[in-house]
């Protein structure tokens, strides 16, 4: 998959099936607007690309507004990539971007930019300046620049409709499980390990302290979840987070991500590790005495243990 910054860089090819969108997180729905592109370009021996914006649009128009992403472009494109995709365009989103109507992205971006035969979109997507394009505003379009369009009826699962913002919520309230049915995946971050104050080798539990790659990346709500843990050597391990705090220790202390990992001892500092976020186990809490909070962690590993050895079955 071509992946690239400037229109210049994908050229125009008359054949065009494109998709427009912000398609953070890449989740069901998102996968289902995307087969379709690459399903209709290959069908007329054409391409398809994808569109995309960066930064995401409300970060632009909320100026101060503490906007948090499912995913950065890079992870976006490592998503997208594997679905056939031909060509994905990041554009930056600026002010002056926010101000051009529908019909002038179209004309612009696509029409005259791609060479776009045809264009497939969400049941409910807007677009333009005050998001006044539509589905129906397409339509239109459509029928003016002679292009074909297509709209993506809605998906739904458990009977609520997939979305981002779904996606956001759930995991605002720790729902790691219900996140992943949306997006068709376990929710991950990546990051850096960093030291720590190496309390948890002391108590048994020694902890790799995550910094996000992407700062702002959305963490999951304060609490201890049985993780998966990819350390980079291809093998998969499981192991316990905990988010939040450290109230135990701390009255005010700055929230971390912290990862411990079953039956694993190396030294992980300055490495990139990937944690995907499986089970919530439950709250952090504060424990009157070292002695409570061992017992507690004691717990949350025969959990995350018998969780393994079910899925190992």
Do not use: C, W
């Amino acid at each position: 998959m071509q992946y690239a910054r400037r229109l210049e860089e994908i050229g125009r090819d008359a054949d065009t099936v494109a998709t427009v969108g912000s398609f953070d997180g890449v989740h069901l729905a998102h996968r289902q607007i995307i087969g379709e592109v690459v399903q209709r370009a290959r069908r007329r021996n054409g391409r398809s690309v994808l569109i995309t914006f960066d930064p995401h649009p409300r970060e632009v128009l909320r100026p101060g507004a503490n906007v948090v992403y499912l995913s950065s472009p890079e992870e976006r494109r490592d998503v997208i990539a594997p679905m056939g995709v031909d060509a994905m365009l990041v554009l930056p989103f600026t002010v002056e971007f926010s101000r051009l109507s529908s019909r002038e992205f179209v004309e612009r971006f696509l029409v005259h930019g791609t060479g776009l035969a045809e264009m497939v979109e969400g049941y409910n997507h807007h677009f333009g300046h005050n998001r006044e394009g539509s589905v129906s505003s397409i339509r239109e379009l459509a029928k003016e620049y002679r292009f074909e369009t297509y709209a993506v009826p809605q998906l739904n699962v458990g009977g609520t409709p997939v979305s981002s913002s779904a996606v956001r919520s759930f995991l605002e309230e720790g729902k790691v499980e219900a996140a992943a049915a949306f997006l068709g995946r376990p929710y991950d971050v990546t990051g850096i390990v960093i030291p720590g104050d190496r309390r948890g080798r002391t108590l048994g539990y020694p902890t790799a302290n995550l910094a996000p790659s992407f700062s702002r990346k959305m963490i999951p709500r304060n609490g201890i979840y049985i993780v998966g843990v990819d350390v980079g050597d291809g093998i998969g391990r499981y192991g316990l987070a905990s988010i939040g705090v450290r109230p135990t220790f701390h009255s005010a202390g700055p929230r971390t991500i912290e990862v411990f990992i079953l039956s694993f001892d190396q030294d992980l500092y300055g490495r990139t590790i990937s944690t995907t976020f499986l089970v919530r186990l439950r709250d952090e809490e504060r424990y009157d005495d070292v002695a409570s909070l061992i017992r507690q962690m004691d717990r949350d590993r025969a959990a995350a243990e018998a969780f393994v050895a079910a899925r190992q079955r």
